[in-house]
Every structure is written in structure tokens, then in C-alpha cells.
């Protein structure tokens, strides 16, 4: 408990550290963009017919405003002057230029390819129809997150120790007595102790101590049914990082090597990216996750609900995703078909079983679905199931696609869910299927 404790409290406080610091930086970042947007539309009062349009009127407008790079720039984008640069290509797709040319004046930020600097652009036209850009230097947004690094490393370290020292006393105080009410319980005795907030524990184990002569050949039931219990917590979690293994390794390493600073700039959109879909397909494995877990918790009274128009209305949500890869949808629904459910169990049942449908049929395949009073079933022309996995398909995280996520994208959690779902409310789901000729997927009101 004491290293709960502590991890608890540790992840708490570098999260709340991670997060002030992001959020600082972007505050910071973008305080620093905004003043540069105010100031430099301010410089451009400073232009004047006065400055020839070439590079040395350029340079001696840069002397006026302190060193801001002043850029001279005729409509179609050709460059007549530049106080950093001689040479310059044609500026016409350029986003400040751009801007510029449609609305009259416009901003950018982005790094220079002349410079090799990130710089923040004020871009206007003159009344002569010509472009004045003027641009501040500044730092990206990541320079100013690295620059501040130091600072949170402190911060990290000071929280390290005071996260150990809260731990130690706070576990000291508060479990020391409770230790001594469970060396005290295990030597059979009645159990005493001076805290008023520990009695009602103590009468407890006391009770328990009492009968637990009696109940030797129950509790060794019940033990056995903690191990089978046990060994379904550790498949489960073992599944679950199963997992999350793969997208975390993908955005740890991609982390790294954005960290190394020794990516090229496609190469840090294709990091971004991959950390972006991988984080993604992380927060769906978590809520689908959650999604499984609170069926069991969940106590809410079931209600009477038109199975057929949330059928229909299901199809017509996910006929999209058929029509794109050319799946024929036939529909066998009685009307008014009700169920003594709620609307959220009902959609998962449905949705997962259509969209399974599609998603391991084969192009230009069919799914039919039929619901009437006694049964809703839904028949598919996919990939179909071997035999030797015909035991498993209900099972937490199977699918029949055994990279679990590959093309399919599934997590193996929807069948489960299904069945979970109708054993709550007393119904059997069951399956029949051939490899390579397709499935259907069977929930039977009748045993209700």
C-alpha cells in the first residue's frame, strides 16, 4: 500500500507538473506571438515613399525599426530588396504574400528559408499596389518547452522527495494501527484497539474470528472461487497490456527521436502523427475498456424499448461505411419489436454486431439482418471462422484478425461486450459459421 501510495501521488503531482508546464509554455508562446503582431504593423508606419524599393532602402528602414528584417516585394511576388538577403527567390507563395494580395495585409509564423529562423511575418500592401513585409525573430514553440527544461527537472526532483516524505508519514500514521489490528487478528484472540474510527473493523474481524471454525469447508469454496477469479484478472490484464504495448512503444520511440532534435521536418510530421493515431488508438482501447467494465456496475432500471427503430436506425448510421466498400445491406425487420432493456445496451448490441458485419466482410459482400419478437440475428458473407476458434469468439480480446488491430482495427472487446450484455438480460447470443463462406450472429429473446 505504502508504494500505491506513493506512485499515486508521484504520477499525480509530475502529471500537474507535465500539464502547467505545456500549458505555460503555450501561454507563454503565444503571449510572445501576439506582442510581436501588435508591434509590427506599428514598424510598418515607419515606411515612407522616401525608402527606394531595393535593398538599401530595405536596410535602412531594418536601421529605423532596430534590426527587423524589411523585405520589399513587387505583386507578382518578385523580391526588389531584402535587408538579410540578396537574391531571394519569387515570394508569390509565401503565406504572408498570399494573405497580403487577397485581404491587404496578413500574418505568419513559420521558419525563414533564408535565415533558417522561425520568424513571425506582417506582410501589407502599399498604395501603389506593391508588398512591404516586415519580420521579428523568435522561438518556436518547442524551443521555448527545451528552454524551460532545467527548471522542470528541479521542480521533478523537489517533488520526488517530497512525495517520498508524505508517503512515510502519511503511511506510518495511518497504517501502523492497522497493522497491529492484523497481527492481532492472525493470533485468534479478540481483537481491541483505542481508535474510534478502527471499532467497527474490529467487530468485524472479531465476528469473523468467531464463526470461521464453522464455515472452514465454505470458505475453501469461496477460495477456490478467488484463484478462478484471479487467473481471469491476470488474463485480463495481461490482454490489456498485450494492447497497450504496441501504441506505447510506438510513442515512446517516436518521443525519443523527437527528443534527439535530429529528425528532419518530414520526419517529425510522420513522429507526430504516428504518436497522434497511436495516442488516439490508445484513448479508444481505454474507453472500450471502460465500456466493458461498467456493464457489470451498472444498476440503472431497464425500460421498454423499440428495438426495431434503433436496428434501423443503426443501419442507416454504418450504410456509409458499407456502400464505400460495396456491401449490400437486406433488412428483415418486424416493426414495433420491444425489448425491456435500455437504449445505450441495445445500441452496443446492435452496433457491434452490424459493424463486425462489415468490418470482416469482403467488398461487394451482403450482411442481412432480421429481427422479429423471437430473435435478432445478423448473417454476413465475410472471412467466416475457423472451427478451432469457434470456442473463443466471445471471448475478452479475440479476433478472428490476429494482429488484433490490424486491418480490421478491432480491440476484441465488442463480442464480449454482446454477450455480457445478453447474459445480463437473460438471453443466449450464439454463432454459426464457415471460414471463408461468412457468419451469423443469433441473440434469442425467447429465453427471457
Not at 228 to 234: E, V
Request: with cysteine; hydrophobic share 35%.
Amino acid at each position: 500500500m505504502r508504494k500505491r501510495i506513493l506512485i499515486i501521488s508521484l504520477l499525480t503531482t509530475l502529471l500537474g507538473i507535465l500539464f502547467f508546464t505545456l500549458a505555460f509554455t503555450s501561454s507563454y508562446y503565444r503571449a510572445v506571438i501576439e506582442q510581436a503582431e501588435s508591434v509590427l504593423p506599428i514598424y510598418y508606419n515607419m515606411y515612407s515613399d522616401e525608402y527606394s524599393f531595393d535593398t538599401q532602402g530595405a536596410e535602412a528602414l531594418s536601421d529605423k525599426l532596430g534590426g527587423a528584417r524589411v523585405t520589399f516585394i513587387r505583386a507578382d511576388g518578385e523580391v526588389m530588396g531584402d535587408s538579410q538577403g540578396e537574391n531571394l527567390p519569387n515570394h508569390s507563395d509565401r503565406e504572408e504574400v498570399i494573405g497580403a494580395l487577397e485581404n491587404g495585409s496578413a500574418f505568419s509564423v513559420r521558419a525563414s528559408d533564408t535565415i533558417g529562423q522561425t520568424m513571425v511575418y506582417y506582410c501589407k500592401m502599399t498604395d501603389d499596389g506593391n508588398l512591404v513585409r516586415i519580420a521579428v525573430t523568435t522561438q518556436s514553440e518547442w524551443a521555448f518547452l527545451t528552454r524551460s527544461l532545467s527548471t522542470v527537472i528541479t521542480y521533478v526532483l523537489l517533488d520526488i522527495v517530497a512525495c517520498l516524505l508524505f508517503t512515510y508519514f502519511a503511511t506510518y500514521f495511518i497504517l501502523r494501527p492497522v497493522e497491529e489490528l492484523t497481527k492481532e487478528a492472525t493470533l485468534g484472540g479478540e481483537v481491541k484497539t483505542q481508535y474510534s474510527e478502527l471499532k467497527t473493523i474490529c467487530a468485524v474481524l472479531n465476528e469473523r474470528n468467531q464463526s470461521i471454525k464453522t464455515r472452514l469447508d465454505e470458505l475453501e469454496n469461496e477460495r477456490m472461487i478467488v484463484q478462478k477469479a484471479q487467473d481471469s484478472k491476470n488474463e485480463f490484464i495481461a490482454n490489456v497490456t498485450h494492447e497497450m504495448n504496441t501504441p506505447l512503444t510506438s510513442i515512446k520511440g517516436y518521443s525519443e527521436l523527437l527528443c534527439s532534435g535530429q529528425l528532419s521536418e518530414e520526419q517529425r510530421k510522420l513522429a507526430y502523427s504516428t504518436i497522434s493515431s497511436q495516442s488516439e488508438r490508445l484513448t479508444n482501447l481505454i474507453a472500450c475498456i471502460i465500456n466493458y467494465n461498467e456493464i457489470d456496475s451498472d444498476d440503472l432500471p431497464p425500460y421498454e424499448l423499440n428495438f426495431s427503430n434503433l436496428v434501423k436506425e443503426t443501419l442507416a448510421v454504418v450504410k456509409p461505411e458499407a456502400d464505400k466498400r460495396g456491401i449490400e445491406i437486406v433488412e428483415k425487420i418486424d416493426d414495433n419489436v420491444t425489448v425491456n432493456s435500455r437504449h445505450e445496451m441495445m445500441s452496443e448490441l446492435a452496433g457491434n454486431l452490424i459493424r463486425n458485419a462489415i468490418r470482416y466482410n469482403k467488398k461487394g459482400g451482403k450482411i442481412t439482418v432480421e429481427l422479429d419478437y423471437r430473435h435478432f440475428s445478423v448473417e454476413d458473407t465475410g472471412i467466416g471462422i475457423a472451427p478451432e476458434n469457434m470456442d473463443k469468439v466471445f471471448s475478452r480480446f479475440f479476433t478472428v484478425d490476429k494482429s488484433h488491430g490490424g486491418k480490421n482495427g478491432g480491440f476484441g472487446l465488442g463480442l464480449a461486450v454482446c454477450k455480457k450484455i445478453c447474459q445480463r438480460q437473460g438471453w443466449h447470443i450464439s454463432v454459426k459459421s464457415k471460414l471463408g463462406e461468412g457468419s451469423t450472429f443469433t441473440v434469442d429473446f425467447s429465453l427471457n
